[in-house]
């Protein structure tokens, strides 16, 4: 799939909120999507599934099935949990029983005659979820997959994530906590003021580049990373400390 030069704006009179956006998503790969707050990460999520058309430019190539699942479930809906998953399966043309394996598998059981509005954040997440995959996605767009997850769900998100990409899905996820930046293959786009900037692994340091070297504690080694890309810098390596015993 492509972003093709895309432009977006919300309204006629405001400022652009994504940018010349061009890049693109290889079947099987997942992007990881950072960037300050406001920077337009949600707003990318939502052009590249499909909610929001591009004011200029286009999506090429996207999947037939889109995954789609937004930050804040829109639990204001005169549905069950049950009712709900049923519905959608039934405007998929699928069997009533489709979300029977993500409901088992996201733990829902207990909540399945409890109306959406009810549910906690957390709940209508997983709900979210599980409607985004009824079918195999060509493309999963999770947008911060996270938020109100308890610790015990929170690992399913990456296992979700690797099942895709393994069935040939691409997956566009954001993440300001870091979660899945550590996902091996995963690429990183940074969003900055509406423009993409997909991480040079390998790329040269440019002449008025500066290198700041900066020690951490061991064990907050990948979350320093994690924040550092967050943040726009580009992380050039990570190395143990050559000379223990003299620093101390
Ligand atoms: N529905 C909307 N109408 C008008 N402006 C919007 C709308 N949604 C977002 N914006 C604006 O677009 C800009 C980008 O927002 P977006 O939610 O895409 O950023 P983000 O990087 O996902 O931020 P965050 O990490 O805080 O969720 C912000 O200035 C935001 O206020």
New binding site residues.
């Given amino acids: 799939m492509r972003f093709d030069a895309i432009w977006f704006r919300?309204?006629r009179r405001?400022g652009w909120?994504l940018r010349a956006v061009t890049a693109a998503v290889e079947p099987g790969q997942t992007v990881v999507v950072l960037?300050?707050?406001?920077?337009?990460?949600?707003?990318?999520l939502q052009v590249a599934a499909g909610v929001l058309r591009p004011t200029r430019g286009a999506v090429r190539d996207r999947p037939p099935v889109v995954g789609w699942v937004p930050?804040r479930f829109p639990a204001a809906q005169p549905f069950t949990t049950l009712g709900y998953l049923r519905a959608m399966s039934a405007l998929r043309r699928l069997p009533e029983t489709a979300a029977d394996h993500w409901i088992d598998r996201l733990g829902l059981t207990g909540h399945l005659h409890t109306p959406l509005g009810d549910l906690s954040k957390g709940t209508a997440q997983k709900v979210g979820l599980a409607q985004a995959l009824l079918t195999p996605p060509g493309l999963l767009v999770l947008d911060?997959p996270w938020e109100g997850l308890d610790a015990a769900s929170r690992v399913l998100v990456p296992q979700i994530v690797a099942e895709v990409t393994e069935a040939g899905g691409a997956v566009l996820v954001?993440d300001?906590r870091g979660e899945i930046a550590g996902l091996p293959g995963a690429v990183h786009w940074t969003?900055r003021t509406g423009e993409v900037h997909p991480e040079q692994q390998d790329g040269p340091v440019a002449a008025d580049d500066v290198i700041v070297e900066v020690a951490v504690r061991r064990h907050e080694a990948a979350e320093a990373v994690v924040r550092l890309r967050a943040s726009g810098h580009r992380v050039l390596g990570v190395r143990e400390n050559a000379a223990p015993e003299e620093a101390r």
């Fill in positions: 919300y309204a405001a909120t960037g300050p707050n406001g920077a337009g990460k949600s707003t990318l930050e911060e954001s300001h969003v």
